[in-house]
């Protein structure tokens, strides 16, 4: 059964500014990022204090820091590290049958706010997620990342652990969501203890070199066929 709980004080407005700027930002670094550095910079001065600063603080990296470098850092961080992975399902499942059930249940969340991915996408990425929470539906995306909160903290734990400059971003999104509670600390806890199930089994329709760890370094991340929004008070 889901659990709606009370979370931080945040407008839908500040919370679309939030997921759209982390699903962009967190995104396999390229030109077509660098482009939109201003509009997430103008967007973030209206939101609170703290989330502002976990933006501006990446944003700030990005500028200062050369492209290459940008994209070789991303690869090292995401592609090669199992517990600093953006496909949320990965975290409890790994890649075992269980897994491909939990897809196949992101993808009937999609279906039923009436998108749907191409072949290409796997649905549990988390900037496809993000992206989902922004533009169509901001209920089921949050429950999404709430079902795979012990996950996404383990994400962040770890990217902090290394000094990571994507840190911030996941700082930002579990700003917008509620504090752990007691089973979610315990799950965490085994999760950076035991790691994810390492039962190796094929998840097609689903599976794809693109979203696997370890897979094609030079390959990005998906493409997310979902709309722009223009963000809430950009000006």
Not at 11 to 34: F, G, K, M, R
Request: hydrophobic fraction near 40%; charged fraction near 25%.
């Amino acid at each position: 059964m889901s659990r709606r709980r009370s979370g931080p004080t945040l407008s839908p407005d500040e919370l679309t500014i939030i997921w759209q700027s982390v699903s962009l930002l967190l995104d396999y670094p390229d030109a077509t990022l660098l482009t939109r550095v201003d509009l997430i910079r103008r967007a973030a001065l209206d939101l609170p204090p703290a989330a502002a600063d976990d933006l501006l603080r990446f944003v700030g990296h990005l500028e200062r820091t050369p492209l290459s470098v940008l994209q070789a850092d991303y690869v090292e961080t995401f592609d090669s590290r199992r517990r600093c992975n953006l496909f949320l399902t990965y975290f409890a499942h790994g890649d075992t049958r269980k897994r491909g059930l939990a897809l196949l249940r992101f993808k009937q969340t999609y279906l039923r706010s009436g998108v749907e991915l191409d072949e290409t996408e796997l649905p549990d990425h988390l900037c496809v997620v993000l992206e989902f929470a922004a533009t169509i539906d901001p209920d089921r995306g949050r429950q999404l990342m709430l079902d795979h909160r012990a996950g996404l903290e383990l994400l962040r734990l770890s990217l902090r652990d290394m000094s990571s400059p994507w840190a911030s971003l996941i700082d930002a999104v579990a700003s917008t969501l509620p504090p752990l509670d007691g089973e979610e600390r315990d799950a965490v806890r085994r999760l950076a203890a035991e790691g994810p199930p390492e039962e190796e089994v094929g998840l097609a329709p689903f599976a794809h070199p693109r979203f696997s760890p370890g897979g094609d370094a030079t390959s990005t991340s998906a493409s997310i066929h979902l709309p722009m929004p223009s963000f809430p008070g950009a000006r």
